[in-house]
């Protein structure tokens, strides 16, 4: 082991707070999985420098861990370097308590780093800095996107929320999902194993730390978005909208969230999930305009599988291909070049 702070990793008390994440809280945790908990990065002395969020799923014959948030910082210096260390020590543990693998982060994680002998591929997000004024946010807005919402506002949509809102939120999020798989039998059937109990039970599990949004045309609700918070960060973790939506009503109901959170004292605002690089004129590269537009920075890092039982990481794998091409690590790994594999 390199000279670091970090002597070993071990399971410590949950001590969430709101200046962290939401998805690093016990009442989110258990949403994912009854087994779950955080890993604590210690020095010589017993001080926790560093905390990593899990769950441990169950899914078949798997034992699967999943982290729902990167790396937690308690000793804001903590390099990088100092950072890997930790993910070795605990790649470590979660192998003695026979994990069979750790499965791609949920699409809000990212890793500054990724433990040895971990498959990586390259993965952002966008970041929007609350801090500024209202002023700013909307100088920093692209005229795309403000001519849009100008548009949608002219044409009298109009920005709700309420957890009444919710079945409608499932409902658009759920067709959303379903013609983005562009028939891909495996994404749909993913989607739809994710009943609308499962779905509501994580909302109104986070009360007080999650928002409805949905932007209506008189009766007519034309997008709906989910967005889970602290007063660390808002993430815009599930949205829809109808097939034909009046144009800028998206971009709207966007602007307003972000309004929203930052009246509520609220950090950032994370806009979830970015693909580095995408393919040019590919619908993935629309999204990531979309988000990128609206002023936030790309928070560039890693996202990546570890294997424990070789057996089951391949059965894993084929499975993966077989229901969706691969998981997000096997579509995007090889954009990971030379240099960035040195994390």
Known sequence: MMNSKIVKAAPIEIDWHQGLSIYASEAFLKTISNEYGWIGGMDKHGNV??????????????????????TILIQPDLTIDEERVFLNCAMQYFRSIRADLV??????????????GACAA??????????????NLWDNVHSKHRNSIRSAQKRGVTIHTGFEHLPTAYRLTRASFIRSARGTLGK?????RNDFEGF???VTSLEGNAVVFV????????????????????YYMHGGSIDKTVPGAQNLLQWEAILYFKRLGVQYYDFVGARISPEKGSKIEGIMNFKKRFGGTLVQGYMWKYP??????????????LRSSGDVVDQERHKLTDNMSVA
């Open 49 to 70: 420098l560093c905390v990593l969020p899990y769950s441990l799923i169950r899914r078949s014959i798997f034992r699967l861990v999943r982290f729902p948030v990167e």
């Open 103 to 116: 499965m791609p982060a949920t699409f809000n994680t990212v890793f500054r780093t990724f433990p040895e």
């Open 122 to 135: 390259p993965f952002g997000s966008y970041v929007l800095s609350l801090a500024q004024s209202e002023e």
């Open 188 to 192: 749909a059937r993913q989607y739809l």
């Open 200 to 202: 509501k039970r994580q």
């Open 215 to 234: 932007a209506k045309l008189g009766d007519e609700t034309q997008g709906a978005a989910v967005m889970h918070f602290s007063e660390h960060s808002a």
């Open 308 to 321: 424990f039982h070789d057996f089951r990481y391949s059965l894993y794998n084929l499975a993966a291909r």
